[in-house]
């Protein structure tokens, strides 16, 4: 599956896109100042969207890969 797929689909389960899962990270704690801060782990990000939007592990990673810079 492509990364945008990923967002894609993402989309689709949730309602929301790249920049509202940006904001929603950020009044979450765990992204600052267009980063996620050293004392976040993946996991945290991982476990907070698979119990707040029932994302599965990849499409969870694909979030943390967007946040993190890695794909956009």
Known sequence: ???QAYLDNIKTKTGLGPDEF???TGKKGFY???AIPS??????I???LKEDFQLGH???MAIYALLKGIKE
């Open 39 to 44: 004392n976040i782990k993946a996991g945290d």
């Open 58 to 60: 990849g499409h969870s």
């Open 22 to 24: 940006k904001t929603l």
């Open 46 to 48: 991982v476990k907070w």
């Open 32 to 34: 600052k100042d267009g």
């Open 1 to 3: 599956m492509s990364f």
